[in-house]
């Protein structure tokens, strides 16, 4: 849950690069920044108490605004839906089956692929910095930078598969501020960035109301929320695969 996410025991191999430390003193480090990010989104006990996540709002892309709608239930189901001029494309996930459907076709289409792959990802229901242990991923330290004149701490995320990705929290607040992920396709390379901004505080949890999008430093949309609700009645056939 790209949005919506006492601390356990922390155990990872750490590196830090630039900042002279020992392994220990790294380590406490990581907790402490890991820590303050989760207490900032509302801590722990409430993250974990969350069932379901419902969001509405729009995606700005070349001057048109989509409506979209996404909803998330704990362990890992996921639903979001793109309502286009001529047509509604919904992506789901039931956890176990990535699907499509086009309304223009009526005919929902079981995913695979690197997509497919990043759809399953996107439906882990805790946010990383919570789960990351459970997903077999490894966190690292990178160092405390500035970037766009905010002070930030860059901890960088090796996941079982995939692209490896940075993550900036802010060093004030401890939330999420950027998010950099270079992903490799048939020989080409690409840096996809996404800024996090406009904290808003829902049921005593922060929440990103703005989230852009950038490839290669180009911007390439916008997410503007509107409706952002914890713990609301999702039924399970909003998941399925529809038939």
């Given at each position: 849950m790209r949005a919506g996410r006492t601390l356990v025991a922390l155990t990872t191999v750490m590196t830090v690069a630039s900042v002279p430390a020992t392994p220990r003193a790294s380590a406490q480090a990581l907790d402490e920044i890991i820590?303050?990010?989760?207490?900032?989104?509302?801590?722990?006990?409430k993250l974990r108490s969350l069932e379901t996540v419902k969001s509405a709002g729009v995606?700005?892309?070349?001057?048109?605004?989509?409506?979209?709608?996404?909803?998330?239930?704990?362990?890992?189901?996921?639903?979001?839906?793109?309502?286009?001029?001529?047509?509604?494309?919904?992506?789901?996930?039931?956890?176990?089956?990535?699907?499509?459907?086009d309304s223009t076709t009526g005919t929902a289409q079981k995913m695979s692929g690197p997509q497919a792959d990043a759809t399953r990802d996107e439906a882990t229901f805790?946010?990383?910095?919570?789960?990351?242990?459970?997903?077999?991923?490894?966190?690292?330290?990178?160092?405390?930078?500035?970037?766009?004149?905010?002070?930030?701490?860059?901890?960088?995320v090796t996941k079982k598969n995939g692209p490896v990705e940075d993550h900036y929290l802010h060093a004030e607040t401890g939330l999420e501020f950027?998010?950099?992920t270079v992903m490799e396709q048939?020989?080409?390379?690409?840096?996809?960035?996404?800024?996090?901004?406009?904290?808003?505080?829902?049921?005593?949890?922060?929440?990103?109301?703005?989230?852009?999008?950038?490839?290669?430093?180009?911007?390439v949309v916008q997410v503007k929320l509107t409706e952002f609700e914890f713990n609301v009645p999702i039924d399970d056939e909003m998941f399925a695969m529809p038939k």
């Amino acid at each position: 849950m790209r949005a919506g996410r006492t601390l356990v025991a922390l155990t990872t191999v750490m590196t830090v690069a630039s900042v002279p430390a020992t392994p220990r003193a790294s380590a406490q480090a990581l907790d402490e920044i890991i820590a303050k990010n989760l207490a900032a989104r509302g801590g722990v006990e409430k993250l974990r108490s969350l069932e379901t996540v419902k969001s509405a709002g729009v995606v700005e892309a070349r001057g048109v605004e989509i409506p979209i709608a996404t909803w998330a239930k704990r362990p890992n189901k996921m639903r979001h839906d793109r309502k286009m001029p001529d047509r509604t494309i919904s992506v789901g996930f039931d956890g176990n089956t990535v699907w499509m459907l086009d309304s223009t076709t009526g005919t929902a289409q079981k995913m695979s692929g690197p997509q497919a792959d990043a759809t399953r990802d996107e439906a882990t229901f805790d946010p990383l910095f919570l789960s990351y242990q459970d997903r077999g991923y490894q966190i690292e330290l990178v160092g405390n930078e500035t970037l766009d004149g905010v002070a930030v701490h860059h901890l960088r995320v090796t996941k079982k598969n995939g692209p490896v990705e940075d993550h900036y929290l802010h060093a004030e607040t401890g939330l999420e501020f950027r998010t950099v992920t270079v992903m490799e396709q048939a020989e080409m390379k690409a840096e996809l960035r996404t800024d996090f901004a406009d904290y808003r505080t829902v049921d005593g949890m922060q929440v990103p109301f703005s989230i852009r999008q950038f490839r290669n430093g180009t911007p390439v949309v916008q997410v503007k929320l509107t409706e952002f609700e914890f713990n609301v009645p999702i039924d399970d056939e909003m998941f399925a695969m529809p038939k």
